[in-house]
C-alpha cells in the first residue's frame, strides 16, 4: 500500500478547485470523496478509502462510540468529485467554510498516510506545531 505523504502548497482558484499533487492524481481518478476532516480540514480519500470509513462509522455506531448525530453530519458533508483532465477537484462551499479556506488563496495539502487534508495554512502550521511538540517530548518514536 502506498501512502500519502508531504506537503504541497496550492492556490484555490476563483472557482474553488485545487489541482492534486500530480504524484497522487492516478489513486483518486475518476473521481474522489472529500469530507469534513479532524480540527477543520478537508479530507480526501480514495473510493476504496471512503467505503472503509464508512464501515467503520457504522460500526463506531453500532458499538455506541459514536453518535447518530456525528454519523449524519460526516455523511451530509461526503461529497464525490470528479477529477478533472487538470488534475483538480473542485471543493464545495459548505467544506471550504468548514475548512476556512478562501477562493483564490494559498492552501496545504498534506499527507496523513490514508488521506490527503486540505489545510488553510495558518491552521496547518499550527496544528503541525502542536504534533511536533508532542512527538519531541513524548509522541512517536523511530
Not at 49 to 72: N, Q
Not at 81 to 108: C, F, H, M, P
Amino acid at each position: 500500500m502506498e501512502y500519502f505523504v508531504g506537503t504541497h502548497e496550492r492556490q484555490l482558484d476563483p472557482k474553488g478547485r485545487l489541482a492534486l499533487p500530480a504524484a497522487y492524481r492516478p489513486r483518486f481518478e475518476p473521481s474522489c470523496y472529500c469530507l469534513m476532516g479532524s480540527q477543520h480540514c478537508v479530507a480526501v480519500l480514495t473510493a476504496d478509502d471512503s467505503r472503509k470509513v464508512i464501515a467503520d462509522t457504522i460500526a463506531a455506531v453500532e458499538r455506541g462510540e459514536t453518535t447518530t448525530a456525528e454519523l449524519r453530519a460526516l455523511a451530509a458533508s461526503m461529497i464525490e468529485v470528479e477529477v478533472d483532465r487538470q488534475g483538480r477537484i473542485l471543493l464545495d462551499e459548505r467544506l471550504r467554510r468548514y475548512a476556512g479556506l478562501e477562493l483564490n488563496t494559498k492552501v496545504v495539502v498534506a499527507g496523513a498516510f490514508t488521506r490527503l487534508e486540505i489545510w488553510d495554512p495558518a491552521t496547518f502550521d499550527a496544528e503541525t506545531a502542536t504534533g511536533q511538540e508532542r512527538i519531541a517530548t513524548a509522541g512517536v518514536t523511530v
